[in-house]
């Protein structure tokens, strides 16, 4: 049974406009989310994150809301950029700390930016 | 720093062979990790080690599959005998656990068995 859902598997949004990728989750537990971003051929790579303390973190164009209360959390980019088109990985986990292990992850989204 | 190494990038193998994937973590990270990616069910982690002392290997699908860390710069996921569904891209990261869950990730090994 999947504990993190990332429902929508693509999304395709227009350059300078918001993008807005959604995840789920099951386990009222979890203590911090991590969005990684993944170009083809390559590993995936952090993106932001979010403590289960706060409801917004912000970095830049990239913003992650988390609603404990809907076990959801979203992460917004504005505006879009074409290089922001790749696999957008939402993660969870127990603990903070590198060495609480592991990291549940969704199946990700597929962004596609069009110029 | 070069960041986490994998090797090979690439490999194809026929069925019942043994297949090693190797990687070196990032210098002074002191957990490492080793994920299956596939269509069907996504970003799985296999096992992870702490301090080169394996923690959780419940993600480890069957015996056919055995990972090692013998020092903190080395971890080696095996496979023998391989099998076709054993085909997937498989990645290994590492992390410190002096900082936040951040996970770095090598470029992985896509392993073809045929």
């Known amino acids: 049974d999947q504990q993190v859902k990332q429902n929508s598997p693509s999304l395709s949004v227009q350059e300078g406009r918001i993008s807005i990728l959604n995840c789920d989750y099951t386990?009222?537990?979890?203590?911090?989310f991590l969005w990684y971003k993944k170009y083809p051929a390559e590993g995936p790579t952090f993106l932001i994150s979010?403590?289960?303390?706060?409801d917004k973190n912000e970095d830049g164009r990239f913003t992650v809301f988390l609603n404990k209360s809907a076990k959801h959390l979203s992460l917004h980019i504005v505006p879009s950029q074409p290089g922001d088109s790749a696999v957008y990985f939402c993660a969870a986990s127990f603990g903070y700390g590198g060495s609480q292990g592991n990291l549940i992850f969704g199946k990700g989204t597929k962004l596609s930016v069009k110029p | 720093d070069a960041g986490v190494i994998q090797s090979p990038r690439h490999e194809v193998t026929e069925m019942g062979q043994e297949v090693t994937l190797r990687c070196k973590p990032i210098?002074?990270?002191?957990?490492l990790f080793w994920y299956r990616q596939t269509m069907m069910r996504g970003l799985e982690l296999l096992i992870y080690f702490n301090n080169n002392v394996p923690i959780d290997d419940s993600g480890m699908p069957e015996d056919r599959f055995s990972a090692k860390m013998p020092n903190a710069s080395f971890s080696t996921l095996k496979i023998q005998p391989s099998e076709p569904r054993d085909s997937a891209v498989y990645f290994c990261?590492?992390?410190?656990?002096?900082?936040?869950?951040?996970?770095?990730f090598g470029p992985g090994t896509r392993l073809t068995v045929t």
């Open positions: 979010i403590s289960s303390i706060k």
């Open positions: 990261a590492s992390s410190s656990s002096t900082g936040s869950d951040e996970q770095y």
């Open positions: 386990n009222s537990m979890f203590d911090y």
């Open positions: 210098s002074g990270h002191n957990s």
